[in-house]
């Protein structure tokens, strides 16, 4: 276990920082607003390497650790949740899918462009709308993906499917005959580019397939979507937090900051409180996943600790905001809305308690 | 104690229904959406006589009582939260006049509340730099020859882009804090008022909420409601009765979340078999049903004459604090489908936390009930 970033880790956790402050956080509630991410911004976060962090250098990734990438998701995220679960859908969980399951022959046709930037992918979840069935030349689709975020920005899919045989996983393009995708509007993460994916008839390759069902590549995956999603609700709650205590320092309400009564210091302290409790748990389970150790109950954990500590950091910092934190003027209330919406995913905090529940 | 309603408020209870169901319920996701004043169904409200239920028949009111208010409002929030707060802050506005204004005030302002010649009412206290503490207040009426000149600004005025009345509150002298705030009846078309465009905020989109300014507002000494530099007790007496208001807002709100994710989960079987989504469920209903209580027992006592503040505030940081609780929870319930803007759980969501903030926020709530507390014991 270890409590610090390395050298490395510690330089483009920095540079994302700078980032942040230069390009996402002044835009963030215009890309809530216009629920779209500039494409600018996308190339950005691109050439900073981390559409490529979790790849082989080999292959043209950034080779950061899950505990260094979970630092960098946190930083993006306490900027733009939306951005940040971008970079996660594609770099976590779709490249990550890759990397668990595909051939090398697989690896070499697609990380390099991935990790680059050059294609953008994302990562469906198995669902009960949607099926797999075999054919003799590969599979066939048919149904509707459950919401897929990413899915406005990406050329490919990493798709999984129920099939007689299990779930199996399948490249599919986002252009390929029979694929539509419709843009679904939900409670926050606006301009994720979350979508419904259905697929009509739609003819996979065999050699699209990703492993076999058997393989357990899901179950890693898995952990990944988790501690992505633990790392980000970390970023916007302490973000949130952050904003909180500079206002309470600077709002005068009875002839002093209201930072000086006791029940908003306390608000404050149970949140940073939370949050810290939260970020470690989130970094031993990206620590267990380094170590090639499992890690299903630890990024549960962490997921169900984070997402919760968020979602009362950042309501504790709207009731802090008064009326403004209720306004899009201020950054809380879209935090309050991105937090409750990581809170939601992976099946919810349920899968996630379930998750833990079973390892004991 | 009896818990049942008189056939007074069973009818008053059921009209509200039957307004939310027909009026209120087929446009709220749209008005959401759009955002903006709710003018079609302010008109109705009146003919639905939801415009001014704890007010006096002679004077163009329903009568019904606090009880029957309380029930009607949550009965409207339940379809739609952004009508219903324009409504409530309506009927407070129509009750601050009968009660503090003189009969040439409640002739002429109470019956056009009513009917809605006056649109709505509005509420005009919080400032910039006083929301929680009134006592900040900076704007001035100044004493003329044949009235008052008011200048200054006022935030978070819901209605404010619409309403035909303003209450507003403002110095009248130099004492400090909350001594020397005078109130006064503003109509919306007085020189010198300018309203602000409508902010952009987190849910409640089916009202709008303005900043207000005014440049030399001149206005007859008529204007002036109560007494001059009393004016504070005034707010302060609008303000526990507003908050009945916003917790039978804020449970109704609460409930039909909860309605919407029983719904969904009785449709499915897997679901509806795990023992978290059934006790999550389970807790809603329970602390839902507890704060109907406090709300009702709050406008019960209201009703009756006797002291309420306390209660008010008992009830209305429970159930604001628990409606928010009830929609996360059905939000949880329902995983991706409780995000989904279609199924109405996110916009109960998004609608129901801006209860714990206004008319005094939960910290309020809870000065007013610890105050109480020791006051009782000091006493002793």
Excluded at chain 1, 192 to 197: F, P
Excluded at chain 2, 336 to 364: C, H, K, P, W
């Amino acid at each position: 276990m270890r409590f610090s970033l390395t050298d490395d880790e510690q330089m483009i956790a920095g540079s994302v920082c700078e980032l942040c402050a230069k390009s996402v956080a002044p835009d963030a509630a215009a890309w809530d607003e216009a629920a779209a991410l500039p494409s600018a911004i996308v190339t950005e976060v691109g050439e900073l390497g981390l559409l490529g962090m979790s790849v082989p250098e080999a292959h043209g990734g950034v080779a950061l650790s899950c505990v260094g990438r979970a630092a960098v998701l946190e930083t993006l995220g306490g900027g733009s949740a939306a951005l940040a679960m971008v970079v996660a859908m594609h770099d976590s969980l779709a490249s990550g899918h890759l990397r668990h399951a595909g051939s090398a022959a697989q690896q070499e046709a697609h990380l390099p462009e991935w990790a680059g930037g050059e294609t953008l992918a994302t990562w469906c979840a198995p669902g009960p709308k949607l099926r797999a069935t075999q054919t003799d030349s590969g599979w066939l689709l048919n149904g509707e993906s459950p919401v897929t975020l990413a899915a406005a920005y990406a050329q490919i899919l990493v798709v999984n499917a129920d099939s007689d045989d299990g779930v199996v996983s399948l490249l599919v393009g986002i252009d390929d005959k029979g694929v539509r995708r419709t843009s679904a509007t939900q409670l926050g993460l606006h301009a994720v580019g979350a979508s419904r994916l259905l697929f009509e008839d739609v003819q996979v390759a065999k050699d699209a397939q990703l492993g076999e069902p058997t393989d357990n590549a899901l179950g890693r995956v898995a952990e990944e979507h988790r501690i992505a999603l633990a790392a980000v609700a970390c970023g916007v709650g302490r973000s949130a937090l952050r904003a909180a205590a500079e206002y309470a320092n600077e709002r005068e309400q009875f002839g002093r900051p209201i930072g000086t009564f006791q029940a908003i210091q306390w608000k404050l302290a149970d949140a940073a409180t939370e949050l810290d409790a939260a970020a470690l748990v989130t970094g031993r389970a990206a620590w267990l996943v380094d170590q090639g150790k499992a890690a299903g109950a630890a990024s549960a954990r962490a997921k169900v600790l984070a997402t919760t500590a968020a979602e009362r950091a950042c309501s504790g910092a709207l009731q802090i905001h008064g009326g403004y934190g209720y306004t899009r003027e201020f950054p809380i209330e879209r935090a309050v809305r991105a937090a409750k919406m990581l809170s939601a995913m992976a099946g919810t905090n349920r899968a996630a308690r379930n998750a833990v529940a079973q390892a004991l | 104690m009896d818990f049942s309603p008189t056939p007074l408020q069973t009818a008053v209870r059921d009209d509200a229904r039957r307004y939310a169901t027909e009026v209120l319920a087929p446009h709220a996701a749209q008005l959401d959406a759009q955002g903006g004043f709710p003018t079609e169904n302010i008109a109705a409200a009146a003919k639905a006589g939801m415009t001014a239920i704890n007010i006096d028949p002679t004077l163009g009111g329903r009568g019904a009582g606090v009880v029957s208010y309380s029930l009607a409002v949550t009965e409207m929030a339940s379809a739609c939260a952004g009508t219903t707060v324009a409504l409530c802050v309506n009927n407070m506005v129509a009750e601050v006049v009968a009660h503090f204004g003189n009969e040439a005030q409640r002739a002429e302002h109470v019956p056009k509340l009513a009917d809605g010649r006056h649109v709505v009412g509005a509420f005009a206290l919080s400032e910039a730099g006083a929301g929680s503490d009134p006592g900040g207040m900076r704007t001035r009426a100044r004493k003329t020859d044949n009235g008052w000149v008011l200048n200054g600004s006022k935030l978070w005025i819901t209605s404010g882009t619409d309403a035909g009345l303003f209450v507003v509150w403002a110095r009248t002298s130099d004492a400090p804090g909350t001594r020397g705030i005078s109130t006064f009846l503003l109509p919306g078309d007085t020189p010198g008022l300018t309203r602000g465009k409508p902010e952009h905020k987190m849910g409640l989109n089916g009202s709008t909420t303005t900043a207000l300014e005014f440049s030399d507002c001149e206005l007859p000494d008529s204007a002036l409601l109560g007494a001059e530099g009393k004016g504070f007790r005034v707010a302060m007496m609008a303000l526990d009765g507003g908050r009945i208001g916003i917790a039978s807002q804020a449970l109704g709100v609460g409930l039909a979340a909860l309605d919407t994710a029983a719904a969904y989960v009785a449709a499915d079987k897997t679901l509806a078999a795990e023992q978290g989504v059934q006790w999550a469920l389970a807790d809603s209903a329970t602390e839902l049903a507890a704060a109907r209580l406090l709300t009702l027992r709050a406008a019960a006592l209201k009703e009756r004459g006797e002291v309420f503040s306390r209660q008010a505030s008992h009830a209305k940081v429970y159930a604001t604090e628990r409606a928010w609780a009830a929609c996360n929870r059905a939000v949880e319930v329902m995983g991706e489908a409780g995000l989904d803007r279609e199924m109405g759980v996110e916009r109960n969501l998004r609608d129901v936390r801006v209860t714990m903030i206004y008319e005094g926020t939960s910290e309020v709530q809870r000065i007013v009930i610890s105050r109480d507390i020791m006051r009782r014991f000091g006493e002793s």
